[in-house]
């Protein structure tokens, strides 16, 4: 299994950059994929899934409004659109492949990627 993410940099606060993680060795579209970050000192937080369709997302509060999470099953790979970045944002963002737990929860995770830092300067 690997999940290769890529994207992350350097981007000033306001601004938007788009994360993108590449699967294989499992069935992508069968799995909930997701998205989630770990800033420095903190534990690693959900920010966003999207289920195994692409029918239907689930957001942390956090980011509501502001990121948004796709995916492209022909191309076994899921996306992350940052806009109006804020300095809090700035984070080691990982991907992820799991299942679903219910409404309102974040996704259980089964495989992660290796993670690629997003720095939001002022």
């Known amino acids: 299994v690997q999940l290769q993410a890529c994207g992350g940099g350097l981007v000033q606060a306001g601004g938007s950059l788009r994360l993108s993680c590449e699967a294989s060795?499992?069935?992508?579209?069968?799995?909930?994929m997701g998205w989630f970050r770990q800033a420095p000192g903190k534990e690693r937080e959900f920010v966003a899934s999207?289920?195994?369709?692409?029918?239907?997302?689930h957001y942390a509060d956090s980011v509501k409004g502001r990121f948004t999470i796709s995916r492209d099953n022909a191309e076994n790979t899921v996306y992350l659109q940052m806009n109006s970045l804020k300095l809090e944002d700035t984070a080691v963002y990982y991907c992820?492949?799991?299942?679903?737990?219910?409404?309102?929860?974040?996704?259980?995770?089964?495989?992660w990627g290796q993670g690629t830092q997003v720095t939001v300067s002022s």
């Open positions: 999207v289920r195994e369709n692409g029918g239907s997302t």
């Open positions: 992820a492949a799991g299942s679903f737990r219910g409404l309102g929860q974040p996704m259980s995770v089964s495989y």
């Open positions: 060795g499992f069935t992508f579209s069968s799995y909930v």
